[in-house]
């Protein structure tokens, strides 16, 4: 004991006595360790960390392939409730939502679930409060007015009030009773999500206007369950294949081409959890390229400080210290290195996924993502160190047992073997390698991001404004609210610097989507097999093109005559036109909706965005609002006013036609668009921080290594300087291997960054290296780094002086 005690503070002299060394590894380890950490809390919280839920793995989500397969009706949930008790223990029902409560005598905005009465008890979820609800909560259409709140919303909105159980709070104009408080940490079915209170299914009529409970094609909850004991997913997916086939042939309409199968719970099944999963597990990977390169970069500082010190050892193992005892006191140090580092890194990690928890979208959803480092994160951490300072730690082995202390004190300094060269060598062409990946993928990512601002939506955002609001949720009848819109829209019109406005069920590129199949001219058989196109579907107001800016190739845009008293009217986008018609000309043609009833096409808009910016060409098909009511009412107004401006006047307009009224959000469309851009963002700046790290990386290597390569060489370059060598001749023999070594490890790297642009292009819209500006771009930063990073060891080499290197000798 007493001899490792002499050795840890014989090794702590040693680092004391080279500050610049200890300081570049630690801070080197610190940043690439703390990279790696960083990505595994967000896996950690998003993907690994289980729901608050009793045996978590036992519940999985039941859907079809696709983002709107996680939809399922009412009508298919109880058939397969009932189909499967075999193969699940139960199966629940749950709906996303938005509606009012009553809080103090104002109208809150709030989201929650709608679910079914089993949901809680098939989650095996225990009350804070009260009780949850229950099956007789849930057993007729707008039966009981019962309701259990969040935490989150219990303590924010309620003030944490012991008595809140009994109590009665306004949902819309329908009172209900708070009947519990669920449990602390506890979101629901869906990691992401932050609801503020879960309402009983059947009371959607009351609740939100939605309805739909005898209508098969009526698709809008979610199905969740629970397997059987000894039933794996495996199974479960081989029944429910049986099962669609068997609702395909029952019901041809609806359920043709149904594909139900399970997958995991929390983040809408597939839907998301396969690109999140995707994502982190890319960028996970190219984490641990970071570290690999960080563990090269150090391994070059260990391997020449231990080169520097052979002539030292060679001395120590002359007089009689083992070789044991040398190697374990430079094992201590890479040991020291990367618990310090570990350490550090812990902290930093700690600190920015604290950050990242506490960030918040700026969208009209309760969206949190809850990554807090727990002890997993800690352990990944220390892990991370242990495994780094082993591998230091390996390193000087191989040159201690070879090192002949009577070749080394016959030396006259110390002497570096060529497999030791070639070693350090191949650790700089492995960075440089790993380093030009890396930034070649930034380069990828930040070009598709800049596409991104440009890219044609079919509409422009610019010096717009929205409002969402639902009349229903103020108490007003359906015969009452299309005159309530037309309020609004004039109390819109005049605000101040307000040029033109118009109102919409929804917008695109919202969360809030609906889509509907679409038949061609002449059909009379309504089932899957005559569907022409799958289109998103807008109901939208007379001046909607103008107000948002989309282009209208033929024909006209609505009118207020266009009504439930005129023909059935409609414009289509040009993808929509070409399936239904094989043409963009189709003003004036018909094509049978809504139960075969004739609509007319009387116009043509551009093609734009709907779902995603990466998405292909989509029809879209939009409907008069006059002939399709929303209770749902985004409204639309475009100025020249400031976006704070307009905010706040638009608010205050909604509020003086009825202060009731719920206003669910109000922000500039720029704003609004920030959660579809949000994966290429955080694409983005996820390459970029690691692309950032190992250009730093590889600056510090070549730096080292071209450093020591004409450390090594001094004496030689002092008599080629003497012998007449020129410039170029000494900067090829001093660097000529480090510069070769770049060069190769830059294309081989530009290659392997090229490859991974097809990875991104799911997330970054078009990323590509198919780009003459990102293969120049990766070259100049390659040719950059090269040069910096070799500009102090190239001078020194031209400085030589060949006298005063002799004289030293």
């Given at each position: 004991m007493m001899?490792?005690?002499?050795?840890?503070?014989?090794?702590?002299?040693?680092?004391?006595?080279?500050?610049?060394?200890?300081?570049?590894?630690?801070?080197?380890?610190?940043?690439?360790?703390?990279?790696?950490?960083?990505?595994?809390?967000?896996?950690?919280?998003?993907?690994?960390?289980?729901?608050?839920?009793?045996?978590?793995?036992?519940?999985?989500?039941?859907q079809?392939?696709?983002f709107?397969?996680?939809?399922?009706?009412?009508?298919?949930?109880?058939?397969?409730?009932?189909?499967?008790s075999?193969?699940?223990?139960?199966?629940?029902?749950?709906?996303?939502t938005?509606?009012?409560?009553g809080?103090?005598?104002?109208?809150?905005?709030?989201?929650?679930?709608?679910?079914?009465?089993?949901?809680?008890s098939?989650?095996?979820?225990?009350?804070?409060l009260?009780r949850?609800?229950?099956?007789?909560?849930?057993?007729?259409?707008?039966?009981?007015?019962?309701?259990?709140?969040?935490?989150?919303?219990?303590?924010?909105?309620?003030?944490?009030?012991?008595?809140?159980?009994?109590?009665v709070?306004?949902?819309?104009?329908v009172?209900?009773?708070?009947?519990?408080?669920?449990p602390?940490?506890?979101?629901?079915?869906?990691?992401?999500?932050d609801?503020?209170?879960?309402?009983?299914f059947?009371?959607?009529?009351?609740v939100?206007?939605?309805g739909?409970?005898?209508?098969?094609?009526?698709?809008?909850?979610?199905?969740?369950?629970?397997?059987?004991?000894?039933v794996?997913?495996?199974?479960?997916?081989?029944n429910l294949?049986?099962?669609?086939k068997?609702m395909?042939?029952?019901f041809?309409?609806e359920?043709?081409?149904?594909?139900?199968?399970?997958?995991?719970?929390?983040?809408?099944?597939?839907?998301?959890?396969?690109?999140?999963?995707?994502?982190?597990?890319?960028?996970g990977i190219?984490?641990?390229?970071?570290?690999?390169?960080?563990?090269?970069?150090?391994?070059?500082?260990?391997s020449?400080?231990?080169a520097?010190?052979?002539?030292?050892?060679?001395?120590?193992?002359?007089?009689?210290?083992?070789?044991?005892?040398?190697?374990?006191?430079?094992?201590?140090?890479?040991?020291?290195?990367?618990?310090?580092?570990?350490?550090i890194?812990?902290?930093?990690?700690?600190?920015?996924?604290?950050?990242?928890?506490?960030?918040?979208l700026?969208?009209?959803?309760p969206?949190?993502?809850?990554?807090?480092a727990?002890?997993?994160v800690?352990?990944?951490?220390?892990?991370l160190?242990?495994?780094t300072?082993?591998?230091?730690?390996?390193?000087?082995?191989?040159?201690?047992?070879r090192?002949?202390?009577?070749?080394?004190m016959?030396a006259?300094?110390?002497?570096?073997?060529?497999?030791?060269?070639?070693?350090?060598?191949?650790?700089?062409?492995?960075?440089i390698?790993?380093?030009?990946?890396?930034?070649t993928?930034?380069?990828?990512?930040?070009?598709?991001?800049?596409?991104?601002?440009?890219?044609?939506?079919?509409?422009d955002?610019?010096?717009?404004?929205?409002?969402?609001?639902?009349?229903?949720?103020?108490?007003?009848?359906?015969?009452?609210?299309?005159?309530?819109?037309?309020?609004?829209?004039?109390?819109?019109?005049?605000?101040?610097?307000?040029?033109?406005?118009?109102?919409?069920?929804?917008q695109?590129?919202?969360m809030?989507?609906?889509?509907?199949?679409?038949?061609g001219?002449?059909t009379?058989t309504?089932d899957?097999?005559?569907?022409?196109?799958?289109?998103?579907?807008?109901?939208?107001?007379?001046?909607?093109?103008?107000?948002?800016?989309t282009?209208?190739?033929?024909?006209?845009?609505?009118?207020?005559?266009?009504?439930?008293?005129?023909?059935?009217?409609?414009?289509?986008?040009?993808?929509l036109?070409?399936?239904?018609?094989?043409?963009?000309?189709?003003?004036?043609?018909?094509?049978?909706?809504?139960?075969?009833k004739?609509?007319?096409?009387?116009?043509?808009?551009?093609?734009?965005?709907?779902?995603?910016l990466s998405?292909?060409?989509?029809?879209?098909?939009?409907?008069?609002i006059?002939?399709?009511?929303?209770?749902?009412?985004?409204?639309?107004?475009?100025?020249d006013?400031d976006?704070?401006?307009?905010?706040?006047?638009?608010?205050?307009?909604?509020?003086?036609?009825d202060?009731?009224?719920?206003?669910?959000?109000?922000e500039?469309?720029?704003d609004?668009?920030g959660?579809?851009a949000?994966?290429?963002?955080?694409?983005?700046l996820a390459?970029?921080?690691?692309?950032?790290?190992?250009?730093?990386?590889?600056?510090?290597?070549?730096?080292?290594?071209a450093?020591?390569?004409?450390?090594?060489?001094m004496?030689?370059?002092?008599?080629?300087?003497?012998?007449?060598?020129?410039?170029?001749?000494?900067?090829?023999?001093?660097?000529?291997?480090?510069?070769?070594?770049?060069?190769?490890?830059?294309c081989?790297?530009?290659?392997?960054?090229f490859a991974?642009?097809?990875?991104?292009?799911?997330?970054?819209?078009?990323?590509?290296a198919?780009?003459p500006?990102?293969?120049?771009?990766?070259?100049?930063?390659?040719?950059?780094i090269?040069?910096?990073?070799?500009a102090v060891?190239?001078r020194?080499?031209?400085?030589?002086?060949?006298a005063?290197?002799?004289?030293?000798?």
């Open positions: 001899t490792i005690l002499d050795d840890l503070r014989f090794t702590l002299r040693q680092l004391r006595r080279s500050p610049a060394f200890l300081l570049t590894t630690v801070l080197t380890l610190t940043m690439a360790i703390a990279a790696n950490v960083v990505v595994y809390g967000v896996a950690n919280g998003l993907i690994f960390h289980a729901l608050p839920i009793r045996q978590a793995g036992e519940v999985v989500q039941v079809n392939p696709g709107q397969g996680i939809s399922f009706s009412y009508p298919n949930y109880i058939d397969l409730r009932a189909r499967t075999h193969t699940f223990s139960s199966l629940a029902l749950a709906r996303f938005r509606f009012s409560l809080i103090e005598g104002v109208a809150q905005p709030v989201w929650g679930f709608m679910v079914s009465g089993n949901y809680f098939m989650l095996g979820v225990q009350p804070q009260g949850l609800l229950g099956d007789a909560d849930d057993d007729a259409v707008d039966g009981s007015p019962a309701m259990v709140l969040s935490d989150r919303c219990w303590r924010v909105r309620f003030h944490a009030d012991p008595e809140i159980v009994g109590k709070v306004a949902v819309g104009k009172p209900f009773v708070v009947v519990g408080v669920a602390k940490g506890f979101h629901g079915t869906e990691q992401f999500f609801p503020d209170a879960f309402l009983p059947h009371d959607g009529p009351e939100d206007g939605s739909g409970f005898d209508r098969r094609g009526s698709t809008n909850a979610w199905v969740f369950g629970r397997l059987q004991r000894g794996n997913r495996e199974q479960a997916d081989a294949r049986l099962i669609s068997q395909a042939s029952e041809p309409k359920d043709e081409g149904t594909d139900w199968h399970t997958a995991p719970v929390g983040l809408l099944g597939e839907a998301l959890g396969r690109p999140v999963r995707l994502f982190i597990g890319g960028v190219l984490g641990l390229l970071v570290l690999l390169a960080a563990c090269a970069n150090i391994g070059l500082l260990f020449s400080r231990t520097d010190r052979v002539r030292e050892l060679g001395i120590r193992l002359a007089i009689g210290s083992s070789r044991g005892r040398i190697l374990r006191q430079l094992s201590l140090e890479s040991v020291i290195v990367a618990a310090l580092s570990g350490a890194a812990s902290a930093l990690s700690m600190f920015l996924l604290r950050g990242i928890s506490q960030w918040r700026a969208a009209d959803l969206l949190e993502l809850l990554v807090d727990d002890w997993k800690y352990v990944a951490s220390a892990l160190a242990l495994a300072g082993l591998l230091f730690a390996m390193l000087p082995a191989r040159q201690i047992w090192t002949d202390p009577n070749s080394t016959r006259s300094g110390s002497t570096m073997t060529s497999d030791r060269s070639i070693f350090r060598s191949s650790l700089l062409f492995v960075q390698t790993l380093c030009c990946l890396l930034v993928a930034s380069i990828v990512s930040l070009r598709g991001l800049q596409r991104t601002f440009h890219i044609p939506l079919g509409f955002p610019h010096g717009v404004t929205l409002a969402t609001v639902d009349v229903r949720l103020a108490g007003y009848q359906f015969s009452e609210q299309q005159a309530l819109q037309q309020r609004l829209l004039s109390a819109v019109q005049a605000i101040p610097g307000v040029t033109m406005t118009a109102y919409a069920g929804n695109p590129l919202s809030n989507t609906n889509d509907d199949d679409v038949y001219p002449g009379t309504f899957h097999a005559h569907v022409r196109a799958s289109a998103m579907v807008y109901s939208v107001s007379a001046n909607y093109f103008a107000a948002t800016g282009k209208l190739i033929a024909g006209r845009a609505f009118t207020l005559h266009d009504d439930v008293s005129a023909p059935n009217v409609a414009i289509v986008n040009e993808t036109a070409r399936l239904l018609f094989g043409t963009t000309e189709a003003v004036g043609r018909r094509f049978p909706q809504g139960g075969g004739e609509t007319e096409v009387v116009g043509v808009v551009s093609d734009g965005k709907y779902i995603s998405e292909e060409p989509t029809a879209a098909l939009f409907r008069s006059l002939q399709a009511p929303d209770s749902t009412s985004v409204l639309i107004a475009r100025s006013r976006a704070a401006e307009m905010t706040i006047a638009m608010r205050k307009a909604v509020q003086s036609v202060s009731s009224i719920p206003i669910f959000n109000v500039s469309w720029p609004a668009l959660i579809v949000f994966p290429a963002r955080a694409a983005t390459l970029g921080v690691l692309g950032a790290l190992a250009a730093m990386l590889a600056l510090t290597g070549i730096f080292g290594m450093s020591y390569a004409v450390t090594r060489r004496r030689e370059l002092g008599i080629r300087v003497a012998l007449g060598s020129g410039k170029k001749a000494l900067v090829r023999a001093a660097l000529g291997r480090t510069l070769a070594l770049i060069a190769w490890g830059s081989i790297g530009l290659a392997l960054g991974s642009a097809k990875l991104m292009a799911g997330i970054v819209y078009h990323a590509s198919n780009d500006i990102v293969f120049v771009s990766a070259v100049v930063t390659m040719i950059a090269g040069l910096s990073a070799s060891p190239m020194r080499a031209l400085r030589v002086q060949p005063d290197l002799l004289r030293e000798q």
